[in-house]
């Protein structure tokens, strides 16, 4: 059973790196958002790019889960389309495929 009660120097100091690194790109984001445009072409674009990030990470894993993965991408996109909710389609994918998994063993 592995020891959680000590930790190296190495591993505490990766620790508050990536904290310091995190909260420095919150920190960015927040000093930085009044500097953003608020219309026009470039404010359009900011818009969307939350969502092709999403989307740039969700469809190769959808894809590497093979077809279960792409049953459950699908049901998340038409469960979207039709609530309009993102946690009902997040949902809807993730226990069409859990359930999946479970009753085929995908």
């Keep these: 059973m592995p020891d959680f009660t000590s930790f190296t120097p190495e591993a505490v100091l990766t620790i508050l790196g990536m904290a310091v690194v995190t909260y420095g790109m919150r920190l960015g984001g927040l000093l930085m958002a009044d500097r953003l445009p608020q219309t026009g ?15 740039s990470v969700w469809v190769p894993s959808a894809l590497s889960a ?6 459950g991408a699908t049901a998340t996109l038409l469960a979207m389309i039709m609530t309009r909710n993102l946690f009902a389609a997040m949902i809807a994918g993730m226990g069409l ?10």
């Design 41 to 55: 072409r470039w404010a359009h674009v900011l818009e969307r790019l939350p969502g092709a990030v999403l989307i």
């Design 97 to 106: 495929v859990a359930a999946g998994r479970y009753f085929f063993g995908a």
């Design 66 to 71: 093979g077809l279960i993965g792409i049953v």
